[in-house]
T-cell receptor, first 110, second 112 residues
Framework: GQSLEQPSEVTAVEGAIVQINCTYQTSGFYGLSWYQQHDGGAPTFLSYNGLDGLEETGRFSSFLSRSDSYGYLLLQELQMKDSASYFCAAVSGSARQLTFGSGTQLTVLP | ETGVTQSPTHLIKTRGQQVTLRCSSQSGHNTVSWYQQALGQGPQFIFQYYREEENGRGNFPPRFSGLQFPNYSSELNVNALELDDSALYLC???????????FGAGSRLTVL
C-alpha cells in the first residue's frame, strides 16, 4: 500500500524557521510534492522534488532523499499568514496521482 | 487566467440519494483529477480524466463515476450515498504529465 507519515502539529513564532518531515512508502514513486491549505481553502502547490536534493523557492525549501524515503519542507522567516495545514504528497502511478499524508497543522505565534 | 471552479460549494443529501458535482478546469489544462478530503485528513485520489477517458483510479467503489467533456470540464457522480461520503470533494487540473496540480476550493457534501 501507499502511506506517508508527517507530524500532526507544529508551533513556532514569527521570524523562526520550521522543518516539517515526511517519510513515505510508495510504489511507482516519481517524486514528492508539498501543498499548503488554509482552513476552508483549496490546497495550493508549494514545491516538487523529483530528484534527490534541495529545491528552494523564496522562503520555502524542500528536500528529498529517495534512498531514505524521506523528505522535508523548510519554512524560513515565518509569518502569521503561514499558519495553515501542510501536506506532503507522493506522486506515483500512470496517472501521476498524489497520495497525501494526513497533514501538519502549523501555528505561527506572534 | 481563471483558476479551477467547482459547483455547488455546499450541498446536503440524504443516504441513498445521488449527487453530481461539477468542475471547470484552468485554462490550458486538459487533465482533471478528483479527490475526497474527509475532515482532518489529507485528500484521497478518486480518479483522473484525460482526453475524456478515465486515466487512473484510486480505491473507490464503482458508485463513484465521472465524466470529462470536450472543453475539459468534468463531473463527479456518486450514487447510493452513504454517511461516510460526507467530505470535501476537490477537483484539480493540470497540463498533461505535469507534477503541479491546481485545485479548486471544493464542494462540501453532507450526507444525512
Amino acid at each position: 500500500g501507499q502511506s506517508l507519515e508527517q507530524p500532526s502539529e507544529v508551533t513556532a513564532v514569527e521570524g523562526a524557521i520550521v522543518q516539517i518531515n515526511c517519510t513515505y512508502q510508495t510504489s511507482g514513486f516519481y517524486g514528492l510534492s508539498w501543498y499548503q491549505q488554509h482552513d476552508g481553502g483549496a490546497p495550493t502547490f508549494l514545491s516538487y522534488n523529483g530528484l534527490d536534493g534541495l529545491e528552494e523557492t523564496g522562503r520555502f525549501s524542500s528536500f528529498l532523499s529517495r534512498s531514505d524515503s524521506y523528505g522535508y519542507l523548510l519554512l524560513q522567516e515565518l509569518q502569521m499568514k503561514d499558519s495553515a495545514s501542510y501536506f506532503c504528497a507522493a506522486v506515483s502511478g500512470s496517472a501521476r496521482q498524489l497520495t497525501f499524508g494526513s497533514g501538519t497543522q502549523l501555528t505561527v505565534l506572534p | 487566467e481563471t483558476g479551477v471552479t467547482q459547483s455547488p460549494t455546499h450541498l446536503i443529501k440524504t443516504r441513498g440519494q445521488q449527487v453530481t458535482l461539477r468542475c471547470s478546469s484552468q485554462s490550458g489544462h486538459n487533465t482533471v483529477s478528483w479527490y475526497q478530503q474527509a475532515l482532518g485528513q489529507g485528500p484521497q485520489f478518486i480518479f483522473q480524466y484525460y482526453r475524456e477517458e478515465e486515466n487512473g483510479r484510486g480505491n473507490f467503489p464503482p458508485r463513484f463515476s465521472g465524466l470529462q467533456f470536450p472543453n475539459y470540464s468534468s463531473e463527479l457522480n456518486v450514487n447510493a450515498l452513504e454517511l461516510d461520503d460526507s467530505a470535501l470533494y476537490l477537483c484539480a487540473s493540470s497540463p498533461p504529465g505535469a507534477n503541479v496540480l491546481t485545485f479548486g476550493a471544493g464542494s462540501r457534501l453532507t450526507v444525512l
